[in-house]
C-alpha cells in the first residue's frame, strides 16, 4: 500500500497555510509579491514554512531556494504544477 499524494489546496486554502505556517493568523498575503516584501519572519518561521509545504502539501522544494523571494503565486504554481 502506497501514500496518495496530499489533495491539492486551493489558492485560498495555500494562502491561509502560508500564513499559519508562518504564525501570522490574521495576515492577508498578496498572492503576486514576494513573501520577504510582505512578511518579517524570522528564519526559523521560513525553516517552518518550508517544511509545511513539503510535508503536508507535497511541493518538492530545491535546497536553495529563498522562500522570501518568491511569492505565494510562484509557489502555489510549483505545487499545481
Known amino acids: 500500500m ?15 497555510a502560508v500564513v499559519t505556517g508562518l504564525g501570522l493568523e490574521g495576515t492577508e498575503l498578496d498572492p503576486d509579491v514576494p513573501l520577504g516584501s510582505q512578511v518579517s519572519a524570522e528564519s526559523v518561521r521560513m ?6 509545504l513539503e510535508e503536508e502539501l507535497g511541493l518538492d522544494l530545491p535546497p536553495d531556494l529563498d522562500l522570501r523571494m518568491c511569492s505565494p503565486r510562484e509557489l502555489y504554481g510549483a505545487l499545481t504544477g
Open 47 to 52: 525553516i517552518e514554512l518550508a517544511i509545511l
Open 2 to 16: 502506497t501514500d496518495a499524494p496530499p489533495a491539492r489546496p486551493s489558492m485560498a486554502e495555500f494562502l491561509t
